[in-house]
């Protein structure tokens, strides 16, 4: 494993996206990029007022933009050249705010330089954002203090990370109880050799840092959350046949996760004859809503679900969207088929069952 305190292999991150890159074109690989014609129209109007610089150097693999944001207090953990942090901070409204953080000079100076253009674009009186250079390990760096965020995002970032596990820690000790951390990455489905993880281009290229995914889950859960849901997933091809030989039989993934911070979950998904019922009041999901790629709630339609669910729904910014039916008085035992192996698709598009729980 490489050492988190390795300065020449951060400074060779820094040197990456900070002058090696130009733009998107200049990727080796595909595993930073996103296609955008799947995003919901409201988001790609939004896009679309992001200004040309800053999506020119955009560098995701996923959709970290979740619903129902008005208001809320933000973080993007390595908000590079700003995009998503400007589209965040469009949606959570003036009321909102949001804190780009980011360990690269250029890209940093990137996205400050541009701040006065969004907030002409989106008529605010005053910004609602700002960027801060540090360390997505250590948070208090940038001046972020416990229990004081909603929401954290960030998009193919955390697999550069070379103490990931920290990373995991400052989100949970930063948020506020119920808060979320929301993002995308890229996966493994096995553990990727040492020799690997120090080969320059197949870690700064976001594919020799992946996790494997079994490795994430108990991170996740060590870190204090205790059931990380997976949103949605699509195999990343490896196209570049140097690459393909290099990597052999690993198989790579983006995937969006979303981990609550909820003391209360329990390890598994437990059956206490608990239901809900979704009221179509999400923003821009008036017929249905997914929480996760197994959790689609049909408007006015009573559902089981297990009390982890019940709890991410009912103390969670998504309360007041939900009618609750039942307590934990009595417990039933746990779900059938909980549990999983490799969980994510073959495929680049998976429906959400409409009823299952788990």
């Not at 900070?18 to 988001?43: I, N, Y």
């Not at 119920?178 to 320059?200: C, I, Q, T, W």
């Not at 549990?339 to 299952?356: C, L, M, R």
């Amino acid at each position: 494993m490489t050492d988190p305190n390795n300065k020449s292999s951060v400074e060779s991150v820094q040197e990456y996206y900070g002058k090696t890159l130009k733009s998107s074109q200049d990727l080796k690989t595909t595993a930073c990029c996103v296609d955008f014609t799947s995003f919901p129209e409201k988001l790609k109007s939004i896009f679309k007022d992001i200004h040309p610089e800053i999506s020119k150097r955009y560098y995701g693999c996923g959709l970290t933009i979740p619903s129902q944001l008005e208001g809320l207090h933000v973080i993007d953990l390595g908000s590079g050249s700003g995009r998503d942090s400007f589209v965040l901070s469009k949606l959570v409204g003036s009321k909102g705010s949001v804190i780009g953080i980011d360990m690269t000079d250029e890209q940093l100076d990137l996205a400050r330089d541009h701040i006065s253009y969004h907030t002409e674009k989106y008529g605010y009186k005053n910004s609602n954002i700002e960027f801060r250079k540090g360390k997505i390990e250590d948070l208090a760096q940038a001046n972020i203090k416990d229990e004081s965020v909603d929401l954290i995002v960030s998009n193919c970032v955390i697999n550069l990370s070379f103490d990931k596990q920290a990373v995991l820690n400052e989100a949970f000790r930063v948020l506020k109880p119920g808060g979320e951390l929301f993002f995308a990455d890229v996966y493994s489905n096995r553990r990727v050799p040492a020799e690997l993880v120090k080969h320059p281009l197949l870690y700064n290229e976001c594919l020799s840092g992946a996790l494997y995914w079994n490795d994430f889950i108990s991170m996740g859960k060590k870190a204090g959350f205790k059931d990380p849901r997976l949103v949605s997933d699509r195999v990343l091809e490896i196209t570049n046949p140097q690459v393909r030989s290099l990597v052999s039989d690993i198989n790579f993934y983006s995937a969006t996760y979303r981990l609550f911070k909820l003391p209360e979950l329990e390890p598994a998904c437990e059956d206490y004859g608990q239901a809900v019922i979704y009221q179509g009041t999400v923003d821009d999901h008036p017929k249905f809503f997914d929480l996760d790629n197994h959790h689609r709630f049909l408007t006015g339609k009573i559902q089981p679900v297990c009390n982890n669910t019940f709890l991410m729904l009912e103390k969670t910014r998504f309360k007041n969207h939900f009618h609750f039916l039942g307590n934990t008085e009595i417990h039933y035992g746990i779900y059938p088929d909980c549990g999983v192996n490799v969980p994510f698709s073959n495929h680049s598009e998976k429906n959400p069952s409409p009823a299952a729980c788990c």
